[in-house]
Structures are given as C-alpha cells and as structure tokens.
C-alpha cells in the first residue's frame, strides 16, 4: 500500500491497514499525518483566540502588550508542539504497557500505527475549524477593579460549539479503537490486554470530558 491506500484503508479496512502499516512501518508518514494534524490544530486554536475579544476598558494597556502577545501566541505553539509531543508519548505509553503484558512489537511499529491513528482526529480539527468559522465573536470587557463581564458560557454553550466538542469526543475514540487494534496487531495481545495497554489515553478522554462538563457548568 502506498501513503494515499493507507490513509483510506485505516477508514474502510483499518485491521488489513494496520497488519500492512506494522509490516512496513514508514515513520516519515505518521510523521507527515501527525505533522498535518498538529498544523489543523494551531489554526483552531488561532481561531478560537480570534472570537474572544479583551477590551481592557478603563486599564492602561501600555504595560499589558507583552501579556497580550503571550496569551495569543502561546496556545498556538503549544497546540503546533503538543499533538507531536502527546503523539510520541503515549505510543511509548502503550507500548510499555503491551511489553510488560507479555507483547512482542517494536516501537518503531507502534509509533507508526499510533500516527496513523490520528487520522480521525485530524478529521475531528477539520470539522471544527469549519465550525468555528461560524460562531459569533464575544467581548470579554476588564475593568481595573478587576471584574471581567461577557458571556464565556454563552459561547461554549453555542450549538456549533458544542457539536464541534461532541464530533471530537467520537473521532477520538475513533483514535483508540485504531489504537486497540494496532496493540492486538503488533503486540499480539488478547482483548484484555490490548484493553490494559490503551487504558491510559482512554481515561485521558474521559477525563478531558468530565472537565469540559464541569467547565461548562460553571459557565454557565
């Protein structure tokens, strides 16, 4: 299979994908997949920066400048960084994990197939990217007796907003499923194991869930 073949196959025949990816494992296409993802996402978090607005009010912004430009920029790089980052992470997470029950893989495989896993992932920034375009900017106002006023909770409670959080919550597990197969494949686990082995990312998801609810709640 080429590059184009495998990027198809993991949506419509993911295990005989995986089975060929573990066999021929080309880390410069999970880097080129990772790579493309971790671009989608720094232009989403730029989207996001761009629809809340700070107006400083009756505050000297003269002092303020270099903050601005931190708080801009930073959850852009970190966005561009953090996907290659995580990427590498937890595949050598799984990885140890399906050694230490007994897998016989290389890691070399593992952080291919795990490359290949953000394939949904990538779709689910897509999406997202093309949902923000829709969705009304906000003024969050701060005055000097610090209080902050503008409706936060109203914008993560947007119905685009939320079907952009939901569509990447699914294309995550997604993820994993891709990831569970790939430990079954390259490892040679039963289905117990290989779901030890991907227990980390999954709690991971389930706990960026559960924050995002409680976020929400006290945003509203």
């Known amino acids: 299979m080429n590059l184009a073949d495998r ?3 993991m949506i419509t025949n993911p295990a005989e994908t995986i089975k060929d990816i573990s066999e021929h494992p080309y880390i410069e296409e999970a880097v080129l997949i990772v790579g493309i993802t971790a671009v989608f996402s720094a ?3 730029y989207l996001v920066q761009s ?3 700070y107006d400083f009010s009756d505050i000297d912004t003269s002092g303020l400048e270099t903050f601005q430009l931190i708080t801009t920029v930073m959850p852009i790089v970190m966005a561009l960084i953090g996907v290659l980052i995580v990427w590498v992470i937890a595949a050598g997470i799984v990885h140890l994990v399906s050694v230490a029950l007994g ?4 890691f070399i495989q593992m952080l291919v197939v795990y490359g290949y896993a953000y394939i949904p992932i990538m779709i689910s920034v897509v999406i997202g990217i093309v949902l923000m375009n829709f969705i009304e900017p906000i003024t969050i106002t701060i005055s000097s007796t610090g ?3 503008g409706d936060m909770g109203g914008f993560y409670s947007n119905p685009l907003f939320q079907v952009s959080l939901v569509t990447g919550t699914l294309l995550k597990l997604w ?3 891709l990831v569970f197969m790939g430990v079954k494949q390259i490892h040679g686990l039963d289905t117990n194991k290989a779901l030890i082995a991907v227990a980390l990312p999954l709690l991971s998801l389930v706990f960026s869930i559960v924050m995002g609810m409680i976020s929400n709640s006290l945003m509203g």
């Open 7 to 9: 990027i198809i196959g």
């Open 43 to 45: 232009i989403s978090a």
């Open 51 to 53: 629809k809340i607005i």
């Open 103 to 106: 897998g016989e893989g290389q």
């Open 147 to 149: 209080g902050a006023q």
């Open 175 to 177: 993820t994993i499923g």
